[in-house]
Every structure is written in C-alpha cells, then in structure tokens.
C-alpha cells in the first residue's frame, strides 16, 4: 500500500526557518509530481508548491514565492519544503500530496489523489 509521511514539524518564532521531508513507503510513483498543501484551523486546504516528477519544474503560490523552496530528486518520491523567513499567518497543518501527472503542476486538491497524514508548523511573532 502507498503511503506518505511528512516530518519535520516544529514550533518556531517568526523570520525563523524550517524545513519539512516528505517521503512514500515504496518507489510507486517517483515519477509522478508532487506538491504541498497547508490547512490552517477553520480554512479549507491550500495550495503551497508543486514539483514536477523529474524536479526540473516547480510552481509556487503567491504568498509563499521567494520564501519558500520545493525540491526532490529525479525518480526519488522523497521531497523537501525549505521555508524562510516564516510567518504567524504560515502556522497550518501542512500535507505532502502525489499528483497522477508527472508534468502537470496542480493547484487543486481534486488532482492529488494520495496525501500523508500531515505536519504542524507553528510560527510564533
């Protein structure tokens, strides 16, 4: 059975920085892209960043470009979120998500059809 676990979930205080790791239990779609999402208390889930299955395209949301860094390897389905200079308004649930595309960057949650459980991110002012 495929499966994500996302890691790195941390307390931190604003203009510090975090990095998150995603990794699956199998290779089973190290080719497909992947992407982050986040979850605030109350919100609906987010878009953060997108990766293409060969790590040679990415795609950001705008509250998030500049700040934060997607990256994986080619044909690796381990992926990381480097986050800088954090905000209060970043503390979310953030999950790890795989597309059914290699190519296609979504922004939408209805184009990932495997998710991990999730990491807190909390950033204190």
């Known amino acids: 059975q495929f499966q994500l676990t996302e890691s790195g979930r941390g307390l931190v205080q604003a203009w510090c920085s975090l990095t998150l790791s995603c990794g699956s239990s199998?290779?089973?779609?190290?080719?497909?892209?992947m992407a982050w999402f986040l979850q605030a208390p109350g919100k609906a889930r987010s878009f953060v960043a997108a990766i293409s299955g060969n790590g040679g395209s990415t795609y950001y949301a705008e509250a998030v470009k500049g700040r934060f860094t997607i990256s994986r390897s080619y044909g690796s389905s381990t992926m990381s979120l480097q986050m800088h200079r954090l905000k209060p308004e970043d503390t979310a649930v953030y999950f790890c998500?795989?597309?059914?595309?290699?190519?296609?960057?979504?922004?939408?949650?209805?184009?990932?059809?495997?998710w991990g459980q999730g990491t807190q991110v909390t950033v204190s002012s």
């Open positions: 199998t290779r089973t779609l190290s080719n497909n892209a």
């Open positions: 998500a795989v597309s059914r595309s290699a190519a296609r960057l979504g922004t939408s949650t209805s184009e990932y059809p495997y």
